[in-house]
């Protein structure tokens, strides 16, 4: 038997609540900030500063532009947002975005090859271990935020409650979970495809392996000294439970990977 969902509502409550009563889970009736449709994509793409992308968008606070959601979701698509951009500015200042909008479409490429090894590691582990070395499930602290690591559990709650990360934050999230604790790729990788609002298998999956270094010639680490030049003093960087991470590249290579000699380029 179909059912008939209701479609229009007074307002944007009236349909969290509305959904909320729908879920058979225990949902709060609260929902992520991000709003969706084409007129919040038109609103975002006008709000697209490219001058100030190029200069900041690795900081947590730079100019990036949240277009993800509407990009995964078909709101707009890949190659019109190019477009747009080229129309916009003529100039390199485009180059920044349009790079990065490339990563996405060569990831798509590489997944066109081969769909069917979406969950397979492209290549072994460039950290001294072995798939088997790395465990399968995420522990519940990571999933619940509660490591007890300050800047990780600010992100991991900032995932849950958003359903969005800079792109940074997703790099330190992604290599604290393999290279720190452990973990195999992939169950990081389905904990944020539950999560993320622009949630995209292919994306995803394939910036996990560049992070694990089975799609990349080594790990991507970071240290605390990284997170404070990026974080916009958006995570409580000074706190005493990051201090794991507040050491050089060097001593982390070493502590994490003891039997991989550290690669100078
Ligand atoms: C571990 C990890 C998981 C990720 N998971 C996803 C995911 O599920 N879905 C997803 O769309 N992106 C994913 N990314 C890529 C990137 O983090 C997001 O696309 C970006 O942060 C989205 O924010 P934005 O739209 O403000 O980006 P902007 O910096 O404004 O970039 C514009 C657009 O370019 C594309 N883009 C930017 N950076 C990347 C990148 N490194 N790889 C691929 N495409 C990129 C996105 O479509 C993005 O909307 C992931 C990255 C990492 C490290």
Redesign the pocket.
Known sequence: MAILLQRQFDDRQALINYVAQLSNQSMKNESATIIGGLSAAETALAQLNLTA?SHN?NHLSGA??????Y??HGIIA?HH?AMFVHQKVSDETAIR?IQ??A??QF?QHIHQQSPDLIWKSKEAYKTGFHEQDYAPHLPKDIEQGTTGVKIIDQMISQLKTTG????HC??Y??SYVIHWRRIQWQA??QW??NH?L????V??N???Q??ASTFSSKPYIFNLDNVRQFSSNLLDTEHPSNRLFDTSYEDIHLDLFPNMPEKTS
Not at 64 to 69: G, H, K
Not at 164 to 167: A, D, F, P, S, V
């Open positions: 992308y968008r990036v532009s949240r277009l993800s959601p990009l995964r890949a947002l975005f990065q909008l990563w996405r990831f969005y990360l800079h792109n997703r790099l999230l992604a990081g990788a944020f495809l993320l622009d949630g995209d298998i994306s995803n394939y910036s996990w560049w992070v």
